[in-house]
């Protein structure tokens, strides 16, 4: 397991229990408990858990140390996608996006562009995900529409058939997505299903598809199949992207900007 995976897995079993001690993370984890007293220590210089002796406790505001430390990881390059998706939207549209880190970056760059300050609305952002809505809300000229559903506490999106009643019942101009993996010839896809199935449902009711991916998920698979590459209309991702990867998906009818 690499440093970052096994991170993010102590994260998500403290916001899941509260605390840890070394022995029972290493057992989990199937590593040495020399490997988790060193990762705690870490963790702890990043604030994002308080050392204990033999373990560690959440810090703060608990249910946010997964996304924290995701948002935290190639920060410039998510920023830098963001805002080129961001610009892809024109005033007045009506925007759908879905959960994850680089989707919440989209958001906020579309809450500082100077012509979304004014308008009745000046966007309409329909969202499964709770802390892009909680981010977007207090935006008076912003119309905030939340699917409904159940929520999932790893992402932070709403799930299940109560997301799916609000999303058979609009229209999008268009769907931001947030990947785990984009490949030309298996699609967008996400680790999990029900988070998928909403984001499958949310590019039927688009008018065009962006994906905003960093060249890291170019290429990868994952469990659950979000759309085809032929619904996808827009790929942003980052310059690190490899040309032939790039070739490929425009070869499969995609626009691609690299940032």
């Given at each position: 397991m690499s440093r970052d995976a096994r991170w993010k897995a102590l994260l998500?079993?403290?916001v899941e229990r509260g605390r840890l001690d070394v022995e029972e993370a290493a057992a989990e984890l199937t590593v040495s408990a020399a490997t988790i007293r060193r990762d705690?220590?870490?963790?702890?210089?990043?604030?994002?858990?308080?050392?204990t002796r033999g373990g560690a406790v959440v810090h703060g505001v608990s249910y946010e140390l997964p996304l924290r430390?995701?948002?935290?990881?190639q920060a410039s390059q998510?920023?830098?996608?963001?805002?080129?998706?961001a610009d892809l939207v024109a005033p007045g549209e009506a925007v759908g996006l879905t959960g994850g880190t680089t989707t919440t970056e989209?958001?906020?760059?579309?809450?500082?562009?100077?012509?979304?300050?004014?308008?009745?609305?000046a966007l309409t952002v329909v969202t499964n995900a709770l802390n892009i809505a909680n981010e977007l809300a207090v935006r008076p000229q912003f119309?905030?529409?939340?699917?409904?559903?159940?929520?999932?506490?790893?992402?932070?999106?709403?799930?299940?058939?109560?997301?799916?009643?609000?999303?058979?019942?609009?229209?999008?101009?268009?769907?931001?997505?947030?990947v785990v993996g984009f490949d030309v010839t298996h699609g967008a896809a996400a680790?999990?299903?029900?988070?998928?199935?909403v984001n499958r449902l949310m590019c039927e009711r688009a008018a065009r598809v962006i994906v905003a991916a960093d060249s890291g998920k170019l290429g990868a698979r994952a469990f659950a199949r979000i759309c085809p590459t032929d619904l996808v209309d827009t790929l942003?991702?980052?310059?690190?992207?490899?040309?032939?990867?790039?070739?490929?998906?425009?070869?499969?009818?995609?626009?691609?900007?690299t940032v």
């Open positions: 998500e079993l403290l705690f220590d870490q963790l702890a210089e990043q604030q994002m858990l308080v050392r430390y995701k948002t935290a990881r998510k920023q830098r996608i963001a805002e080129a998706v989209v958001a906020r760059a579309l809450a500082v562009r100077g012509d979304l300050t004014t308008g009745t609305p119309k905030i529409v939340v699917t409904g559903g159940v929520a999932r506490p790893q992402s932070y999106e709403l799930i299940g058939p109560l997301a799916d009643g609000v999303l058979g019942q609009i229209t999008l101009d268009a769907a931001v997505l947030g680790h999990d299903e029900a988070e998928a199935a942003v991702t980052d310059t690190a992207a490899a040309p032939d990867a790039v070739r490929r998906f425009e070869e499969a009818g995609v626009r691609v900007l």
